[in-house]
């Protein structure tokens, strides 16, 4: 009984958890047109293909001959340009209860008349409605329609500043000014509205009164107020509260359509002077109330609204970063929808709707890593990195990865030092290349070595069965995690390894497998190299202490291993953590039960592995260095190290001039910067690298 409850404890160890079942309602949802939709300001004007909504090309190509017609159409009610740097046109929206009658006004920002600032979703639907401006038909989305219906006043008109209407689409310098100019128009707006749209079309608008004080968001008198008011009145909390959980079930089928998934509002909601009115169909609630409503028992809509309001200021790469999940019809409003928040309050990139997309890209990174100092910003989550016209030095930025991560605690810093950079222009030779610019990203570094040999996902055992794990390959059930450091055997066999070669330029190789494993589990969020060094208060058992020490010695007779102070403890840790790296790269998760915790942690601390870049695999150079990089690279790839990076690059020669990026690497023995310190010692040289 002794010995089974021993090898009992010794296989906790390496189990691992089943995913928990997700608690995620399921609501039926009617079919939904798929078109691509568009936002406030330039989200109605997408020229290039939706980043976000994919669909067949002659959809895509019919759309936008569509938005096009529109334009044309709705641009013969603009009697005159705006003829000055300040200038724009006010919307004047009639008082009735008819048909939607406006007239055009023009004025200087500079010194405007009171005014309101709407900030919407165009809405996904396909079919139009039509408004007459200064007594021409002009068409608008029905979410727009319904919006100005509900702002539209019984008795007395609106001055009111709507992107669609007040900026002509069809003219590209005018709708170039006016992304300049956005901040500016919600910064002296009287007041911003937030139209989320129409819930109970037949009722009419409430009657509401708005207080004296501008500064005080709890005071304002709406339709409704928490507590009490809204009991009173027809149970709206409830009521709003299901509205907004349905529209954000529905918005995850239709690519974010709805107000606080869209990119641009972020700019027009954080420039507003005072905390916006929110109109729910014939509702009006103050903010306050909206975030109330916004917030579940799991978690709030609403962060990146309530950062901004409390720091206002970013750099361009914060920006992108904390609105990556935010959806935009345009690509190019990835960039130009947050110019308007960036630090400083002005950047070199300059919006013009005529550029194509890869070069609006292009000289984004460009300003990137010139204002960031550092190539970091190259760095994402994509391991396929290439298709749709963009070069793959280009990061895509719906999937930034956060630059602390990407140094870790551990202050990586493999390339320490600012980077050099340039763009060149080159003839486009290459078939296999993606960049329609002719542009190549210059890029200075020191060649590290070519990747020999390399493992994957199939050549790994699956994780320990205790729970019922099953995984296949190839159809066949593979063999599971039977003893320990299997995986160090199953993945030195597939590299080839050879220690009897010498260190290359005498590099510390001490913390080999388990330093990469550890760097891959905590995925940046915790230290690899704290980890080494807490290893002695890890309480094994001396069951299983015997039963590592025994398997160290079967891999260091079977690969000619010196046995050092420093291979011991790489070995141990690596087999207290080898259970969570086959099933993070199997599986995605690991979360250890208690009997492992024992072994993994101190009894207050919990470990949940994280999975965003899981599909990663261990590689060999020709130096004899072992690594780690995306799943997608291949052996005669090259390992170098860019100045102004934190970590080594990996690249793909393509033809006789240029490389492409495959992505970022660990190599034990370089991240700290040793192979820098060698470079100005004069041991190693750089060259530069153009990437396509």
């Known amino acids: 009984m002794k010995r089974i409850g021993a090898v009992r404890e010794s296989r906790n160890v390496f189990a691992i958890f089943k995913k928990p079942k997700s608690r995620t309602p399921q609501l039926a949802l009617p079919p939904l047109k798929q078109a691509p939709s568009a936002t406030s300001t330039q989200d109605v004007h ?23 017609a529109v334009r044309a159409e709705n641009a013969q009610v603009y009697s005159q340009d705006i003829e000055h740097e300040n200038g724009i046109r006010l ?23 009171q005014y309101d600032g709407l900030s919407y979703c165009w809405g996904a639907q396909q079919e139009l409605e039509v408004v007459q401006v200064d007594g021409k038909d002009f068409r608008v989305s029905k979410h727009l329609y319904a919006a100005m219906r509900r702002l539209r006043r019984p008795n007395r008109d609106r001055l009111i500043w709507i992107d669609v209407i007040c900026v002509n689409q069809a003219n590209i310098p005018e709708r170039n000014a006016s992304v300049q100019l956005m901040w500016k128009i919600y910064a002296k707006a009287h007041r911003v509205i937030v139209w989320v749209g129409e819930t109970e079309a037949q009722t009419s608008t409430c009657k509401r009164q708005f207080s004296a004080s501008k500064h005080d968001d709890s005071q304002l008198v709406w339709c409704t107020q928490p507590g009490l008011a809204a009991l009173e009145h027809d149970h709206v909390s409830k009521k709003l509260g299901d509205v907004l959980q349905q529209l954000e079930w529905a918005s995850n089928v239709t690519h974010g359509d709805v107000w606080w998934k869209r990119l641009w509002v972020i700019q027009e909601f954080s420039r507003a002077r005072e905390h916006p009115t929110v109109y729910i169909g014939p509702h009006a609630i103050g903010w306050n109330f909206f975030a109330q409503l916004m917030k579940t028992d799991t978690h709030d809509r609403l962060p990146l609204f309530h950062h901004l309001r409390s720091q206002e200021e970013q750099s361009l790469l914060q920006l992108l970063f904390m609105a990556k999940d935010f959806y935009c019809s345009d690509p190019r409003d990835r960039i130009y929808a947050l110019l308007g928040l960036v630090k400083g309050g002005t950047t070199s990139i300059k919006p013009d709707y005529a550029e194509p997309v890869p070069q609006v890209y292009e000289d984004a990174t460009m300003y990137l890593l010139q204002s960031e100092k550092n190539l970091d910003v190259l760095l994402d989550g994509r391991l396929e990195r290439s298709g749709g016209g963009y070069p793959t030095w280009v990061p895509h930025f719906t999937m930034l990865r956060d630059r602390k991560l990407i140094q870790t605690l551990d202050g990586y810093e493999a390339g320490r030092g600012e980077p050099v950079v340039s763009l060149e222009r080159q003839p486009i030779e290459c078939e296999i290349c993606t960049s329609h610019t002719g542009r190549a990203l210059k890029v200075k570094a020191i060649p590290f070595g070519c990747i020999t040999y390399r493992s994957s996902e199939k050549d790994l055992p699956a994780p320990d069965s205790t729970h019922r794990v099953i995984l296949k390959n190839h159809d066949h059930a593979k063999a599971e995690l039977s003893r320990p450091l299997q995986t160090v055997d199953a993945v030195f066999e597939c590299l080839k390894i050879d220690f009897s070669r010498e260190p290359y330029l005498q590099l510390d190789r001490a913390k080999g497998l388990s330093y990469l494993i550890l760097d891959y589990l905590f995925g940046g969020e915790r230290s690899a190299v704290a980890e080494h060094t807490r290893i002695e208060r890890v309480r094994t058992t001396d069951e299983m202490k015997g039963m590592i020490s025994r398997e160290i010695d079967k891999l260091v007779k079977k690969y000619d291993m010196t046995l050092t102070d420093a291979v011991r403890l790489d070995l141990n840790l690596t087999a207290l953590w080898e259970n969570a790296f086959i099933t993070v790269r199997h599986k995605g998760l690991y979360t250890p039960d208690d009997e492992a915790r024992r072994f993994l942690s101190d009894e207050k601390e919990m470990y949940h592995v994280p999975s965003k870049l899981r599909r990663r695999d261990f590689f060999i150079t020709d130096n004899g260095f072992m690594g780690m990089g995306p799943a997608t690279l291949e052996p005669g790839d090259e390992v170098i190290v860019p100045f102004g990076a934190s970590r080594p690059f990996i690249v793909r020669k393509h033809g006789e001039d240029h490389y492409v990026l495959i992505g970022d690497a660990v190599v034990p023995g370089v991240m700290p910067g040793q192979l820098v310190n060698l470079y100005k010692e004069g041991s190693v040289e750089a060259c530069d690298y153009l990437l396509r």
């Open 46 to 68: 997408a020229d290039a293909a939706s980043e976000e909504v994919q669909l067949p090309q002659p959809n895509k190509n019919q759309a936008r001959s569509d938005r096009e």
């Open 91 to 113: 919307l004047r929206i009639q008082p009735g209860t008819d048909e939607i009658c406006a007239t055009l006004e023009y004025f200087d920002l500079e010194s405007p008349p």
